[in-house]
C-alpha cells in the first residue's frame, strides 16, 4: 500500500536536522531503506515502510515525540488532494474534502465529519486495521492534519482538542506542550476537535472554477481507482487489535467474523506463510515493545495483552527479545548519538 511521497521527505528532513549522517543511515537500514527510495521522481512511498521509518527514527533519538513534532512542520503536498483543498472556499470545505478523498492517498485511513451543537470532529478510522499498532505514525499524521490546516487557511489555528487510542504513560503532557493544545490519550476515537466559528475560517487561495474541475478529476480518480485487497492477516491484526485490551480473540471466533470456517481461514493463513499463533505472538512482541517505549507499566503491559500476570508476560517476552522487560527498557532509553553530542 502505497502513499504521497511528500511525508517520508519531510521526516527524512526533520531527522537530519537533530541527528548525525551515521544515525541517519542507521534508521534508513533499520527501516529497509535507501536514501535513492525516498529522493525524487518517486512520487509513492511504502506506507508501511513510512511506519517504520518514524518508529526507528524516534528509537534512535530517544524522543517519542519526534513524530508528532515532525508533523506540525508538514506545510504542503503536491496531492490531488492538497489541490482541491488549496482552492476550497473554507476549512469546512477541507474537512469535507478530505472525508471524500483522503483514500486516494492514503488507503489505510478514512475521514469523516461530524458536527454537533458546539464543536466539529474529523474522526479517523483505519481501513486497514493493521496500521493501527504504528502509533509514532499515528501522531505524526494527526499532528500533520494540524499544520495542513495552518497553512492552507493561513491562520494558527488551534484544536479544541486531538485524541488519540492508544496510551503514552507518563510522555502524554509533552505532546501538550508541543501542540501547545489538549492531547488526550486512550480515548474512544481516533479525533480532531475544532470549534465551530473554526470551520468558516476562509482558504485565502479559493479558486470555484479551478476547485470544480479538480472535483471531476478526484472523482475519476475515485472511480477508476481499485481498493487495495487486504491480505487475511491484515484483517486478522485488525480483529486482535479491536479485541483489547484485556483479551485476545480465539482462532474459531475470528474466522467467525470473517465468514469463514476455522479450517478455510488456517488454510488462507498458510497460503501466505503464517498461522493464527504466529500472528498473535508477532502482533503481541511489536505492541509490548511500542508500549514499553510509550512508558506504561508492566502491569498495564500484561493486562492490555491478555495475558493472566506479569510473570507470564515477561517470560513471553524474554522468549521473543531474549531479555527481560526491564532490561529492553533501560536499554532503548539510550538513543543512539545526536548531532552535536
Known amino acids: 500500500m502505497d502513499v504521497d511521497i511528500s511525508r517520508i521527505q519531510l521526516l527524512m528532513r526533520a531527522l537530519e536536522q537533530r541527528a548525525s549522517l551515521s544515525v541517519v543511515d542507521q534508521v534508513l537500514k533499520n527501516s529497509a531503506l535507501t536514501r535513492i527510495d525516498v529522493e525524487a521522481p518517486a512520487t509513492l512511498f511504502s506506507a508501511r ?20 513534532g515532525a508533523g506540525l512542520e508538514f506545510n504542503s ?7 482541491i483543498s488549496k482552492y476550497s472556499r473554507d476549512l469546512k470545505q477541507v474537512l469535507e474534502n478530505t472525508t471524500r478523498f483522503h483514500g486516494i492517498i492514503d488507503p489505510a485511513l478514512a ?37 495542513r490546516m495552518r497553512a492552507l487557511t493561513r491562520v494558527k489555528l ?34 480532531v476537535i475544532l470549534s465551530l466559528p473554526s470551520l468558516e475560517t476562509p482558504i485565502p487561495t479559493y479558486d470555484p472554477s479551478l476547485r470544480a474541475h479538480l472535483l471531476e478529476y478526484g472523482d475519476r480518480l475515485l472511480a477508476e481507482g481499485r481498493k487495495p485487497e487486504q491480505k487475511t492477516r491484515a484483517q486478522i491484526e485488525g480483529l486482535i487489535t479491536r479485541s483489547m485490551p484485556g483479551g485476545i480473540i480465539q482462532a474459531d471466533e475470528a ?12 488454510r488462507r493463513l498458510a497460503d501466505e506463510g503464517t498461522s493464527y499463533r504466529e500472528i ?10 511500542t508500549f514499553i517505549k510509550n512508558g506504561m507499566n ?19 517476552f524474554k522468549r521473543w527479545t531474549g531479555q ?18
Open 158 to 191: 488551534y484544536p479544541i482538542e486531538i485524541r488519540f487510542q492508544h496510551s503514552v504513560g507518563r510522555h502524554a503532557d509533552t505532546f501538550q506542550k508541543i501542540g501547545g493544545f489538549p492531547v488526550k490519550f486512550e480515548a474512544e476515537r481516533l479525533e
Open 298 to 316: 508492566l502491569a498495564e503491559i500484561s493486562y492490555s495483552l491478555g495475558y493472566s500476570d506479569q510473570a507470564a508476560f515477561s517470560t513471553a
Open 111 to 147: 475521514f469523516s465529519l461530524r458536527v454537533s451543537g458546539n464543536s466539529a470532529s474529523l474522526e479517523a478510522e483505519w481501513k486497514d486495521p493493521s496500521f493501527s499498532r504504528y502509533h509514532r505514525r499515528t501522531e505524526f499524521l494527526l499532528f500533520a492534519s494540524i499544520a
Open 280 to 289: 498473535v505472538e508477532d502482533l503481541r512482541c511489536d505492541l509490548a515493545q
Open 255 to 266: 474466522a467467525s467474523r470473517l465468514g469463514l470456517s476455522p479450517r478455510t481461514l488456517a
Open 77 to 83: 503536498s503536491s496531492s490531488v488532494t492538497a489541490y
Open 49 to 68: 515502510k513510512e511506519a517504520m521509518f518514524v518508529r526507528h527514527a524516534c528509537d534512535a533519538l530517544g524522543d517519542i515525540t519526534f513524530g508528532a
Open 324 to 341: 527481560a522487560p526491564t532490561a529492553f527498557r533501560k536499554r532503548v532509553s539510550r538513543p543512539l548519538t545526536q548531532k552535536g553530542k
